[in-house]
């Protein structure tokens, strides 16, 4: 049996109710229960705010909103439309297996990259063998359950670092080396509405017919290659691969599990055609503007 994980319906994204308690969802029911949930809470801030852009792409996708008028419409509702987002996801449903063949969530299908273990993909844990405060040895590689390798996955693709000559460097994820601002609601419904932004043409990014994200892309946009990709819209960079990866499950004791994964260098994106909502801008008269 070929493996397989839905993130649109497994549990996988770390919440936390009204009434404190925790709980596990997946995309449809965190969105539809969004009212409900006090907040999305990954192990590490880096992975809370990788998790809500993953969120807040798939919402522009369904409700835009395209003007300040439909926004309103939209918090006055107090809530998501149940019937659209379930929808939307089932319509891509197959774009968000984890595993599959041909468009594995959120990675590149065809890849002959290196195969390293699961734990490159942990931002919190060390990334080789010069260990200070986290004592986790790169040959000791984690066995990982399909939701935690799907948070990995995600939170890497924003923040992974930097890396190449100084001549034809790579650029960090969006997430890696800046400040991040994320203004939040009561509910989890509310941070998602304040930080959803007015999705039209004359966006800091364009919003055109051609922007879309990562998984509607009937090929991957983002294959390793040292030319520059320009911005084709905000949800392609909100989703921007910055990493070529591919998990390798295999079955531990009747469930599938990750130990590790084809990893390489994506396509590189010219930062200075970004504008990014969530980060603070300040201008300095030798580097110019620069996100703090």
Same mark, same amino acid.
């Given at each position: ?46 992975? #809370? ?61 065809? #890849? ?78 509310? #941070? ?51 990493? #070529? ?48």
């Amino acid at each position: 049996m070929k493996p397989s994980f839905d993130l649109c319906r497994q549990p996988w994204l770390p919440c936390v109710r009204l009434d404190g308690q925790p709980a596990t969802l997946g995309l449809g029911d965190a969105l539809a229960q969004a009212h409900l949930l006090r907040d999305l809470q990954g192990e590490t801030p880096l992975e #809370t705010a990788a998790l809500h852009r993953l969120l807040l792409a798939l919402l522009h996708r369904v409700f835009g909103p395209d003007s300040h008028h439909a926004w309103a419409a939209l918090w006055q509702q107090g809530r998501w439309e149940e019937e659209a987002v379930r929808g939307y996801l089932e319509r891509w449903r197959g774009r968000f297996d984890l595993f599959d063949e041909a468009y594995p969530f959120y990675q590149t299908a065809d #890849t002959q990259a290196e195969v390293r273990p699961i734990n490159k993909l942990a931002v919190s844990l060390a990334y080789n063998n010069a260990t200070l405060f986290e004592h986790q040895m790169e040959d000791e590689s984690l066995c990982v359950s399909p939701a935690r390798a799907a948070r990995w996955l995600v939170t890497f693709q924003c923040s992974g670092v930097g890396t190449g000559p100084p001549n034809n460097p790579y650029p960090a994820g969006p997430l890696a080396n800046t400040m991040i601002v994320m203004p939040q609601g009561r509910t989890l419904f509310e #941070t998602l509405m304040l930080n959803l932004l007015r999705y039209s043409n004359d966006h800091p990014m364009p919003s055109g017919p051609d922007d879309r994200p990562i998984w509607e892309h009937d090929k991957n946009p983002y294959p390793p290659s040292p030319k520059t990709f320009y911005r084709p819209g905000y949800l392609a960079y909100l989703t921007w691969q910055s990493r #070529t990866i591919r998990l390798l499950p295999h079955e531990q004791d009747g469930a599938i599990r990750v130990r590790e994964c084809h990893l390489a260098q994506g396509a590189r994106w010219d930062s200075s055609l970004v504008e990014d909502p969530m980060k603070v801008y300040v201008r300095d008269e030798k580097r110019g503007t620069w996100p703090l």
